[in-house]
Each structure stands twice: as structure tokens, then as C-alpha cells.
């Protein structure tokens, strides 16, 4: 989680400083502590890209705001890769863990839900690799 924090904080950085944002290295930390604390950037992100339309002309606005958009959409999709990095479950049973984990406890079940789905998955396949290697000593 810190790790994707500073590589989206470090990325948020260079564009506001490309855009000339006042107090650029200030906003990168405040999008670090709130990637670190799981609440996202984009209370950072809109309102600096809503600053960049204001203050430039169009082309360079809408290549900072694409550039924004992809450092908000990177928490999304370095966490799984990171976090999957090691596992031997799917990446759908981990999936239906964060959706399945969200629907039943909001917020807490995005974290507990893939983990207990992770270890069922887990306990499930060696429960079935021992009963297989069971039955082929009896055999």
C-alpha cells in the first residue's frame, strides 16, 4: 500500500509541477497520506484539474487532465497486481473476495472478504491435493 502510495504521489507530483500548480509538493503529499490511508486521491485530483481548465488553454489542460486521470486509476490497478504478486489463488476468487467482502460490510469487508475468500481457496485445494494423494498411496 505505501509503496503504490509514493509511486502515485511521485507521479501526481511531476504534473502538478509540469502545470505550474502552486504548492505542488505540498498536494503530492497530501495525495501520498490519503493513498496511505485508503481514501484516494481524487479529493486532490478534481479539484487541481478543475484549476488546470481555468488557468490553461485547452490542449495543455487536456493532457494534464489525462495524466490525472491515469495517476488517479493507478491506485487501482498497481494494488491488486502488487498485492497478488506470490499468491497462488485466482485473480477472480480474489475478486469476488472484494466484491462479495464490499456488498456484505461496506468498507472493512473490501479488506476481510478477499482474504478469508483467499484462504478458503487455500485450504480447499490442499484439502483437495491431500485426499488425491490419499487415494493414489492406497491404489
Known sequence: VIGVAIIQSLLAGLVFKLAGIPGAGLLAFVVMILAIVQIGAAIVLLPVVIWIWTAKDFNTALLLT????IVGVLDNVLKPLVMGRGLTTPT???LVGVIGGALAHGIVGLFIGPIILSVAWELTVAWIRAERAETA???
Do not use: N
Not at 66 to 69: G, T
Open 66 to 69: 489525462v495524466l490525472l486521470c
Open 92 to 94: 477472480i476468487v480474489i
Open 137 to 139: 498411496v492406497s491404489d
